[in-house]
Structures are given as structure tokens and as C-alpha cells.
């Protein structure tokens, strides 16, 4: 009986602590869905991941769709299944090593590139977004410099002319870890100003991208979301195991003075080669979801990391790394 009474009693304590837990507290105009499947047919796989990403929508239409998909998946049937929820014109993504979300980072996968992982992330609401191009299959030394200024200049009028109070730039698309530094040098300098930037190599030139619902290589792409949110930012780097990925998000995290209600996080594919060989990449995605709490987050592992080791701070392009961008409420 004393058993008994006790279970009754943690029972009751747990009750009262879930019915007393302070909600993430998210901005107004943040509305954000994250959806993923493992499921091998690229139409049934995205169907399926854009399909969760817009029932947490709920009614509101979306404005943005990011979907990450294992390289084999990224087909024109995939970008179908995806349009069978969202519009063409608001689709964008890219090819990864993995995808990383609360859901999966495919642990299980045979190989160090996945064969089957789709993730989507949608968002809605009154964030503002901007989107921007450019080429990198261009004759020129400085390509990957050049093309992160284009980038920067074709997104300033629309940095300014917002008035929310956050800004965070996220890209992806061409790059390696060594041409990423040129690329986030020419960010930095297109701005003339350090804006938030994270991002995630997918691979080079012959990589596949997606561009408003086309199937594109040779470009990268960055976004811009400006809302009434701060910005922790942190870069984990040293050995290969969970433990970095924590300290990041930890770093991250402690910049804030309220709890994170979502973060973008892109990691190494060298990174998840050790973890796959020591079987360790099921406690990273723990120890993540263990410090987000109930707040989602959406990112890949590749071939290289934009990030800054904490706000303030220009980004830098880096390999061998976990970079993190973590939301907070204003």
C-alpha cells in the first residue's frame, strides 16, 4: 500500500507540474510547422512531412516552405508531393547529407549520406520574409564572395523597410566548407552591417537545390525572416560527439531571457560520420531535444556551416561544426 500511495503521489505531482508548465511563448506573428517522413517514394515522403508541417499551420496560409530531402529523394516528384499542400512559389530547400529535426536525425542510415529523410519546414503568420539568388556557375575567381555580396544587396531594401525588431538571414545551396568563408565574407560586406546569418553547405556546384519550386544546381539561396523575436548565436566546435552540440545549444539558449520558442541548427557531415561510427547519433538528436524543450527546430547535416560564435559577431563560413540560431519571444 505504501507503493501505492506513493506512485499515486508522483502521479499527481507530474499532473500538476504539465498543467503548470509555462507554454513556449511565441510571438504573434510566428506560425511555424516542422513535418518530416523516412518513407523512400519522394512524392509519398513529402506528402507525407508537408503534410504535418501545415496541419501545425492550422488555418493560416503559409508564406515560406524550406524542405530538406536525402539526394536520391530530390526529384521532381518530391517538389509534386510538396506542391500538393503549398504553392510552387513559396518552396525552397536543398539536398543533404540528413535531415535534422525533432522527429529524426536517421540514426539508422546505412551509409553516412541518407537514402530516405524529407523534412519541411512551413511558417505563416506576420514574419516578414524575403527571398534572394545567385548564380555560383559562372566563370569567376571569386564567385562564391561575389555571389554572397548580390545576395546581401538584393536583400537590403528589404531589411530595411521592415519594422520588426528581429532579423535573421538562413542560407543554403553552393558551398563547401573553405568556399563558404568567401561566401559569408561576401555577405557581410554586401550588408555593410552584421545582420544574424546561419546556413548550411549542400554541396558544390552539382548539388540540388530548390528555388521556388524548381530543381536547380549551381546557386545559392538566403532568407530573410524579420520578427518580433532576439536571437541567441553559437558555434560548437572541438570533438565529434553529442556533448558539442549541447554546449552550443546551451551558449545559445543563455543569451535569452525567456525560453526558445524555435532554432535553426546545421551541423557537420564529418561530425555525423563519427557519431555513426560510435552509434551516437540518436543521443545527439536527444541531447537536442532535451535542451529545446517543447520548441521545435529544423536544419541538415552537410558539407559545411555559416554561423557566428554569438550575436553581434560576423558570420563566418567553418567546417567541422555545429552552428545554432535560437529564437526568442521580444
Not at 13 to 19: H, R
Not at 53 to 74: D, F, M, N, R
Not at 253 to 260: C, L, M, T
Amino acid at each position: 500500500m505504501p507503493g501505492i500511495r506513493r506512485l499515486a503521489l508522483v502521479a499527481a505531482v507530474l499532473l500538476f507540474l504539465a498543467a503548470h508548465s509555462p507554454a513556449v511563448e511565441t510571438p504573434p506573428g510566428w506560425i511555424a510547422g516542422v513535418g518530416a517522413s523516412a518513407l523512400e517514394d519522394p512524392m509519398a515522403a513529402a506528402d507525407e512531412a508537408a503534410s504535418k508541417a501545415k496541419a501545425e499551420l492550422g488555418s493560416s496560409p503559409a508564406k515560406l516552405v524550406i524542405v530538406t530531402a536525402a539526394q536520391p529523394q530530390l526529384t521532381p516528384a518530391l517538389i509534386d508531393g510538396v506542391k500538393k499542400h503549398f504553392s510552387a512559389e513559396i518552396i525552397y530547400g536543398s539536398q543533404v547529407t540528413s535531415p535534422l529535426t525533432p522527429y529524426s536525425n536517421h540514426p539508422d542510415a546505412a551509409t553516412i549520406d541518407v537514402a530516405a529523410g524529407v523534412s519541411v519546414f512551413a511558417l505563416a503568420g506576420d514574419t516578414d520574409i524575403a527571398t534572394a539568388v545567385a548564380r555560383t556557375d559562372v566563370e569567376d575567381d571569386d564567385v562564391y564572395y561575389n555571389a554572397g555580396v548580390a545576395l546581401a544587396e538584393d536583400l537590403k531594401d528589404a531589411i530595411e523597410a521592415s519594422e520588426r525588431p528581429g532579423r535573421l538571414v538562413v542560407t543554403f545551396g553552393d558551398q563547401y566548407t573553405g568556399s563558404n568563408q568567401d561566401f559569408a565574407t561576401g555577405l557581410n560586406d554586401g550588408f555593410g552591417k552584421i545582420w544574424p546569418i546561419i546556413g548550411g553547405a549542400s554541396g558544390n556546384v552539382t548539388a540540388k537545390v530548390i528555388y521556388q519550386g524548381e530543381i536547380r544546381t549551381g546557386i545559392n539561396v538566403a532568407i530573410l525572416l524579420a520578427g518580433d523575436f532576439a536571437i541567441g548565436q553559437s558555434v560548437g566546435e572541438g570533438s565529434h560527439t553529442p556533448a558539442i552540440a549541447d554546449q552550443a545549444l546551451a551558449e545559445s539558449i543563455g543569451q535569452g531571457d525567456k525560453e526558445p520558442f524555435f532554432a535553426f541548427i546545421f551541423n557537420c557531415r564529418r561530425r555525423r560520420t563519427g557519431m555513426m561510427e560510435r552509434d551516437q547519433l540518436a543521443e545527439e538528436l536527444s541531447v537536442i531535444k532535451q535542451r529545446m524543450g517543447d520548441a521545435p527546430f529544423f536544419g541538415f547535416y552537410g558539407p559545411g556551416e555559416v554561423g557566428a560564435f554569438k550575436p553581434g559577431e560576423a558570420a563566418r563560413g567553418m567546417g567541422f561544426t555545429v552552428v545554432t540560431a535560437v529564437l526568442f519571444a521580444q
